[in-house]
């Protein structure tokens, strides 16, 4: 890594270290870890303007004052694996909270980590995914970023039973793994294996290439375009031309459903870096931007003419993403409504 790119990371730091500084997450993020799943269920004329959403057009104000006032699925995001660039994920994750995201459900509740290293046990993230579906009835979703988007496929492939036949679940407050291999499913309160659990939505941007070379992703060599059954929509980004990913015009290879999974694979432009596209937290400073993610929906041309010359370099990228991230933001939030409805109308219909 040249100097240039070093004093450039550096002023990174600074820049988002300015913002968020604190290194364990808001007292409520503890508080919600440990509610009743349903706990999270909103007011009834909350609860009406949810299941009234459109999963597929969902606004800044639907945002602001529906989905951040209910259920909110936790979101993982997990980083790459050159120091400092965890910094980079973490301009992500304030992003994410500009747009309206609560920061509580993207910081790790127990270290209060904006994100996650791919050099983690790909069976720790998974014992959080059980734990997480578990307490909040709500599914997560992965985010991963070169490395950090093999770990995130990895951990789909731990989820499918892929590297063991069983795994246990991880409590992030105490940073322990659990004696046990099952959850309560928060709808049916039936015991269930870690195994055979999903995510809602999963996606990469730039894994692969270099990141091959280190040992803990050689299992991931034949296994990291093939996406398995335990998430419901993967999308799948590449740059035109990245060097880090090894990824040129007609050389990538595109992700595939080994089965009922949603995949979609995503091309950037050629002028998107590898290492700084996560670096999107000033996008959602200025308003013709972020109007313009707000209102972008997937497929078809874009066209970003008009947009400032640096959020050209993010933008298609950001957009994207946040958009899934609504989209599953609602549909989780709206099927753990309609489980609490379903649940108090059983209680409350008369005997027979």
């Given at each position: 890594?040249?100097?240039?790119?070093?004093?450039?990371?550096?002023?990174?730091?600074?820049?988002?270290?300015?913002?968020?500084?604190?290194?364990?997450?808001?007292?409520?993020?503890?508080?919600?870890?440990?509610?009743?799943?349903?706990?999270?269920?909103?007011?009834?004329?909350?609860?009406?303007?949810?299941?009234?959403?459109?999963?597929?057009?969902?606004?800044?104000?639907?945002?602001?004052?529906?989905?951040?006032?209910?259920?909110?699925?936790?979101?993982?995001?997990?980083?790459?694996?050159?120091?400092?660039?965890y910094l980079l994920m973490k301009s992500f994750g304030?992003?994410?909270?500009?747009?309206?995201?609560?920061?509580?459900?993207?910081?790790?509740?127990?270290?209060?980590?904006?994100?996650?290293?791919?050099?983690?046990?790909?069976?720790?993230?998974?014992?959080?995914?059980?734990?997480?579906?578990?307490?909040?009835?709500?599914?997560?979703?992965?985010?991963?970023?070169?490395?950090?988007?093999?770990?995130?496929?990895?951990?789909?492939?731990?989820?499918?039973?892929?590297?063991?036949?069983?795994?246990?679940?991880?409590?992030?407050?105490?940073?322990?793994?659990?004696?046990?291999?099952?959850?309560?499913?928060?709808?049916?309160?039936?015991?269930?294996?870690v195994v055979g659990l999903s995510v809602a939505y999963?996606?990469?941007v730039g894994a692969g290439g270099l990141a091959f070379?280190?040992?803990?992703?050689?299992?991931?060599?034949?296994?990291?375009?093939?996406?398995?059954?335990?998430?419901?929509?993967?999308?799948?980004?590449?740059?035109?031309?990245?060097?880090?990913?090894?990824?040129?015009?007609?050389?990538?290879?595109?992700?595939?459903?080994?089965?009922?999974?949603?995949?979609?694979?995503?091309?950037?432009?050629?002028?998107?870096?590898?290492?700084?596209?996560?670096?999107?937290?000033?996008?959602?400073?200025?308003?013709?931007?972020?109007?313009?993610?707000?209102?972008?929906?997937?497929?078809?041309?874009?066209?970003?003419?008009?947009?400032?010359?640096?959020?050209?370099?993010?933008?298609?990228?950001?957009?994207?993403?946040?958009?899934?991230?609504?989209?599953?933001?609602?549909?989780?939030?709206?099927?753990?409504?309609?489980?609490?409805?379903?649940?108090?109308?059983?209680?409350?219909?008369?005997?027979?």
């Amino acid at each position: 890594m040249t100097k240039s790119t070093w004093a450039v990371l550096l002023a990174i730091a600074v820049a988002v270290g300015s913002v968020g500084c604190a290194t364990q997450p808001p007292a409520s993020a503890r508080a919600e870890a440990n509610a009743d799943p349903f706990a999270s269920v909103p007011p009834a004329a909350v609860r009406d303007r949810l299941l009234a959403l459109d999963p597929d057009h969902i606004s800044g104000r639907d945002v602001r004052e529906t989905l951040a006032k209910g259920p909110t699925p936790r979101i993982m995001l997990l980083h790459g694996g050159i120091f400092p660039v965890y910094l980079l994920m973490k301009s992500f994750g304030i992003f994410l909270t500009r747009m309206g995201y609560p920061e509580s459900r993207i910081r790790d509740p127990g270290s209060g980590d904006w994100s996650y290293s791919p050099y983690d046990d790909s069976a720790l993230l998974v014992g959080i995914v059980a734990w997480e579906y578990e307490h909040a009835g709500l599914r997560p979703m992965l985010i991963g970023h070169s490395q950090g988007g093999m770990q995130a496929i990895k951990v789909l492939h731990e989820l499918a039973g892929d590297f063991a036949p069983s795994l246990r679940v991880f409590d992030p407050l105490t940073g322990q793994f659990e004696e046990r291999t099952t959850i309560v499913d928060p709808y049916t309160h039936r015991e269930r294996p870690v195994v055979g659990l999903s995510v809602a939505y999963a996606s990469v941007v730039g894994a692969g290439g270099l990141a091959f070379l280190m040992p803990n992703q050689w299992s991931m060599a034949d296994r990291l375009t093939t996406i398995p059954d335990t998430v419901d929509e993967f999308t799948g980004f590449s740059i035109d031309f990245d060097l880090v990913a090894m990824d040129y015009p007609g050389s990538t290879e595109d992700y595939r459903p080994n089965g009922t999974a949603e995949v979609r694979n995503v091309e950037l432009p050629s002028n998107y870096n590898h290492v700084f596209l996560p670096d999107v937290a000033p996008l959602a400073l200025e308003p013709e931007v972020r109007d313009w993610i707000d209102a972008y929906v997937p497929g078809g041309k874009h066209d970003t003419s008009s947009l400032p010359a640096e959020a050209r370099q993010h933008i298609l990228w950001a957009a994207d993403v946040w958009y899934s991230i609504k989209r599953h933001w609602c549909l989780e939030a709206q099927h753990l409504v309609r489980a609490w409805l379903a649940t108090r109308t059983a209680t409350e219909s008369p005997a027979r």
